[in-house]
């Protein structure tokens, strides 16, 4: 019977804890129905009678009980065993009392005086805060100034146009800011009644964006000439957007020990360590103009990456990317630690696709990764020249 019914406090903390879990970020931001009530569980005299001194335990510790809230008693008259007062129910009139109950009640206190403050001085913020309840929870005094001394600033100051590390802002580092863009992006974006969803951390804050650089290596005699002889060079985009290049073939590999590797080829570059930024060689014309190759490691997220290359230029073909390359060194093999998760690769082909779902389906093993520059060079080197 006492599994049915009669709801003691570690019953009714289990109860609190489901509730605070699914409702603190509403409560934090005044919603919720108070006073929140818990029935206890009042059994009828036939249930008592059934099991008296489990009725007579229960109501003895809720007599003994002191703790946050009111206890609402009832009384009973029962034909057999007489007038009670049995505990009815609980009646809690805020969530601090709830935090209380399951331990949580620093952790409440804090966000909630930190909610206010903020609040106070954002009162547009009052909407959205809440989902930060962790940050506001749980981060020191220091942390909390360094977070309102950048929205300050950047509210003072909509388009700095300065860089990360020029920006004036006492006790605030570059690594800090680096380390929070997500939420001072988020933030400032409501703050200034911006689409956080269409828009990055650099144009909602009007900090200045470093420029893209990519790294080249020219692989031609005849085109190193166009650029004083240079053979590795590191630009940044809208500069080498400008390049007057007479390429033909344009390989794109990740790891740059592969392409340092490279040797001498007609009429070709080499372009390294892009990762998912791949898709900025659209904006370089003689790049989508040459036949394209992508090379990637034959893992989760190389054949990721080659889906934004595919997805953003028209000439491309992937090389060494294919099951008889993995099976051939498939005692090079190593664990992928964190696989991708993307769903959509509808601009892998048909063969991709398949090495694709292979890998994510542990076809070939539990996680499998082979990294690009484990390839036998002398292997490589016959398949990018033929």
């Known amino acids: 019977m006492a599994k049915t019914f009669l709801l003691d406090a570690e019953g009714v903390s289990a109860r609190l804890r489901k509730q605070f879990r699914n409702q603190h970020r509403d409560w934090l931001a005044g919603g919720g129905r108070w006073p929140l009530l818990i ?21 003895t510790a809720w007599q003994n009980w002191q703790g946050a809230g009111e206890l609402v008693w009832i009384k009973r008259h029962w034909r057999k065993l007489g007038k009670q007062d049995l505990p009815e129910k609980l009646q809690l009139h805020t969530p601090d009392q709830v935090a209380s109950w399951i331990g949580e009640k620093a952790r409440w206190q804090a966000a909630h005086n930190r909610y ?15 989902r930060y309840f962790s940050i506001l929870a749980d981060a020191s005094d220091c942390e909390i100034q360094k977070l309102v001394a950048v929205l300050s600033w950047l509210q003072a100051n909509p388009d700095c146009q300065l860089y990360i590390r020029q920006l004036p802002i006492e006790g605030v580092d570059t690594k800090w800011i680096g380390n929070h863009k997500k939420l001072i992006s988020e933030l400032l974006a409501w703050l200034r ?75 070709a570059v080499v372009i390294m360590g892009l990762g998912y930024s791949v898709d900025l060689l659209k904006e370089i014309p003689w790049v989508k103009q040459s036949q394209c190759y992508y090379w990637g490691d034959i893992d989760t997220h190389g054949f990721a ?12 073909e992937s090389l060494l990317m294919n099951e008889e390359t993995l099976l051939r060194y498939k005692g090079l093999w190593v ?11 509808n601009s892998l082909n048909d063969d991709e696709r398949r090495m694709y779902q292979g890998l994510m389906e542990n076809k070939w093993g539990d996680q499998v990764r082979f990294e690009q520059e484990r390839v036998s060079w002398a292997h ?6 033929l």
């Open 305 to 316: 990456i080659l889906n934004k290359a595919k997805a953003s230029l028209q000439n491309i």
């Open 380 to 385: 490589a080197w016959g398949v990018i020249c």
């Open 335 to 345: 664990r992928e630690e964190k696989p991708s998760k993307a769903r959509d690769v």
């Open 193 to 267: 009644g911006l689409d956080n969803e269409a828009s990055d951390f650099y144009s909602i804050t009007g900090i200045r964006r470093e420029p893209s650089r990519i790294r080249v290596r020219i692989l031609d005699a005849d085109l190193r000439k166009l650029c004083g002889g240079l053979e590795d060079i590191t630009a940044p985009l809208n500069e080498l957007k400008n390049l007057n290049f007479p390429v033909k073939r344009v390989y794109i590999v990740e790891n740059i020990q592969t392409g340092l590797a490279f040797g001498d080829l007609s009429d």
């Open 116 to 130: 206010c403050e903020f609040v106070e001085r954002w009162p547009v913020l009052a909407d959205k805060l809440s």
């Open 39 to 59: 029935p206890l569980g009042v059994p009828s005299e036939q249930q008592a009678e059934r099991d008296l001194s489990a009725v007579k335990k229960w109501v």
